[in-house]
Nanobody, 126 residues
Framework: QVQLVESGGGLVQAGGSLRLSCAAS????????MGWFRQAPGKEREFVAA????????YYADSVKGRFTISGDNAKNTVYLQMNSLKPEDTAVYYC???????????????????WGQGTQVTVSS
């Protein structure tokens, strides 16, 4: 069992920045890939970004590429999502996710991940 705890959400104006954090505990050997998903009201949960620790490979959704950066410290079992140039359409609950597989396959789906955090709200005002 892996426990994931997110922090760092909040309210920001369009064009602003936020940094989300996710700390993993428990069976962290099963966090070979960690990622972020988001879910806006009335919409399905969508992939945002992921990192595969074994080769430090990062992967982004087209909608956030160039604006968001995923990073972290595998030894500390922590992953971050730096979000810059935020837009109102980035408003959503952001979830941290983890899976044991280190194999990259696109697209990354929520069903590929077995561990989830409780989510943190990000609201971008126009």
């Amino acid at each position: 069992q892996v426990q994931l705890v997110e922090s760092g959400g909040g309210l920001v104006q369009a064009g602003g920045s936020l940094r989300l954090s996710c700390a993993a505990s428990g069976r962290t050997f099963s966090t070979n890939t960690m990622g972020w998903f988001r879910q806006a009201p009335g919409k399905e949960r969508e992939f945002v970004a992921a990192v595969i620790w074994s080769n430090a490979y990062t992967y982004y959704a087209d909608s956030v590429k160039g604006r968001f950066t995923i990073s972290g410290d595998n030894a500390k079992n922590t992953v971050y999502l730096q979000m810059n140039s935020l837009k109102p359409e980035d408003t959503a609950v952001y979830y941290c996710a983890a899976r044991s597989s280190s194999i990259f396959r696109a697209p990354m789906r929520s069903t590929d991940f077995g561990s989830w955090g409780q989510g943190t709200q990000v609201t971008v005002s126009s």
